[in-house]
């Protein structure tokens, strides 16, 4: 079945180390998305592309980077992870970037990143 | 003022109940309304659209109030499986989430 795949589904990593988790989509969608989840909150945008095209959010912090190495991929790379930057992190895709059904956004399963 | 604001809940209903949720949104520019289901530590899915002159499927219905930016979500016949996160979801330029409206039904 066509998908949105995110690896790994838990990741545990110290403060301060590096950390990529990856998102791959089977839908030949051009925008991929990031966002940001915290326990009880609700989704917050990190950044997307459109096709090669970076859209960062205004308040999405420097410690997040992102890469769309192909239509298929996208990756986001967090830093130098605070214990603040514990939450799940989600990937999802979109034919276009409008706002209509049309446009759907499928979510992968997520990420679960945990900082010691 | 949040963008999106929603009544936390929980919401605790027997089966076959009739249940309402309501949603309000601040950017009257707003173009496009949807409610989406998030079930516990999984992705949120689209649940419905939500049209100005109001939309059914199945058990679900829903409105939109464009001169009260107000959103809302009726389930009837509750079902055991339909409890979830109700997620009401505003497009202004992106998606913009409300934090969910919890629902639980019981036996």
């Known amino acids: 079945d066509a998908m949105v795949i995110q690896n790994p589904r838990y990741q545990v990593t110290q403060f301060g180390k590096p950390v990529t988790l990856s998102c791959s989509q089977t839908?030949?969608?051009?925008?991929m998305y990031w966002y940001q989840q915290k326990s009880s909150q609700a989704p917050k945008l990190l950044f997307h592309y459109y096709d090669k095209d970076f859209n960062n959010e205004a308040d999405t912090p420097d410690n997040f980077q992102s890469r769309r190495p192909n239509t298929s991929f996208c990756f986001l790379d967090i830093r130098s992870p605070g214990l603040g930057d514990a939450a799940m992190y989600l990937c999802?895709?979109?034919?276009?970037?409008?706002?209509?059904?049309?446009?759907?956004?499928?979510f992968g399963p997520g990420t679960r990143l945990t900082v010691l | 003022r949040k963008e999106v604001e929603q009544d936390p809940g929980p919401f605790n209903v027997p089966e076959g109940a009739t249940v309402a949720f309501n949603c309000t949104y601040s950017n009257s520019a707003s173009q496009s309304f949807f409610w989406y289901r998030q079930d516990c530590r999984k992705e949120p899915k689209l649940l419905m659209s939500?049209?100005?002159s109001g939309n059914e499927d199945g058990r679900f219905t829903a409105q939109l109030n464009r001169a009260s930016q107000y959103i809302s979500l009726l389930i009837r016949d509750s079902k055991l499986s339909d409890s979830a996160t109700y997620l009401c979801v505003v497009w202004g330029g992106k998606l913009i989430f409300g934090t969910g409206t919890r629902l639980q039904v019981f036996p």
């Open positions: 839908l030949n969608h051009n925008v």
């Open positions: 939500v049209y100005s």
């Open positions: 999802a895709t979109s034919r276009d970037d409008a706002g209509s059904s049309y446009n759907e956004q499928f």
